[in-house]
């Protein structure tokens, strides 16, 4: 079998290890970088780079706002 990828935390880029039972945060390595995740969604850190065109919504994203 070949190795397996070694994943990262989004965050600080710490290698997680294999097991989900050694990191109960995963994707990130800590409560820490879970945290600076929410708030980098909460502050608008992150964002979509282009706003949507109306002709790129499906039928389904508009029955979602009536």
Not at 22 to 38: G, H, I, N, Y
């Amino acid at each position: 079998m070949g190795s397996a990828v070694q994943l990262h935390c989004p965050i600080c880029q710490a290698a997680l290890p294999d097991s989900t039972e050694e990191l109960p945060f995963r994707p990130f390595c800590s409560q820490r970088c879970k945290l600076v995740d929410l708030h980098n969604w909460l502050s608008g850190a992150y964002r979509i780079s282009t706003p949507l065109d109306p002709g790129e919504l499906g039928e389904d994203d508009f029955k979602l706002r009536s």
